[in-house]
């Protein structure tokens, strides 16, 4: 579905310098300051209908895996659940597709990461990464944070993903998304994330 990925696209464009945000923010009529998050406001609706549809579909079919509507197709619904605020409902039902070969494993693998991840728990494929608000010390501006969140094991991380179906080493797979690689200790990062909402207020209440 073309859809789960529209805005997504230009989001990941602007991110990684394939697009210019002022471009990008004159053609929606917003400023430089808003339209990443007019662009995620666009992309958040969208994801609300395409649920309730795979949520229809599930309920009838079970998950619509290769064997019901062919590749690349099975992978169609497991997009949008990645993308939905309730993954972890349909975290168990892409499990067992991936296991009856509905879905290749590394999908499921990286749903299990994106839930731990809400949960504020270690990912385990290294598949989920973040940015948040920070404030630089020196210079005492609001900076953006890019990171690979916590790994349970980084050492054998590599070694998963391998066994997982991932052709990227972590490194490289971050790289990938624009973000260099370094190991974080989940506990700075959730103390990090408890910063950014109290920068988030000072920043609402500064307009």
Excluded: C
Aim: hydrophobic content about 35%; cysteine-free; glycine content about 4%.
């Amino acid at each position: 579905d073309k859809s789960d990925q529209y805005y997504r696209k230009i989001i990941f464009e602007i991110n990684t310098n394939q697009k210019n945000i002022k471009d990008v923010a004159k053609e929606y009529n917003t400023t430089e300051t808003n339209i990443l998050a007019l662009l995620g406001k666009k992309q958040s609706r969208i994801d609300s209908i395409n649920i309730v549809k795979i949520d229809s579909i599930i309920t009838l079919h079970n998950y619509p895996g290769e064997s019901l509507v062919g590749f690349p197709e099975n992978l169609t619904a497991w997009g949008i659940i990645q993308h939905s605020n309730k993954i972890d409902k349909y975290l168990d039902i892409l499990k067992t597709a991936s296991e009856n070969n509905e879905i290749p494993f590394r999908y499921y693998a990286m749903s299990l990461d994106r839930v731990l991840v809400h949960e504020n728990k270690h990912q385990v494929y290294g598949t989920q990464g973040m940015s948040i608000k920070i404030m630089n010390e020196e210079t005492g501006k609001i900076e953006d944070f890019n990171f690979i969140w916590p790994i349970e094991n980084p050492e054998k991380v590599n070694q998963l993903r391998k066994k997982a179906g991932f052709t990227t080493s972590i490194k490289k797979n971050a790289k990938l998304i624009g973000i260099k690689y370094k190991e974080h200790p989940l506990d700075e990062i959730l103390n990090l994330i408890e910063k950014q909402k109290k920068l988030l207020v000072i920043e609402k209440l500064s307009y």
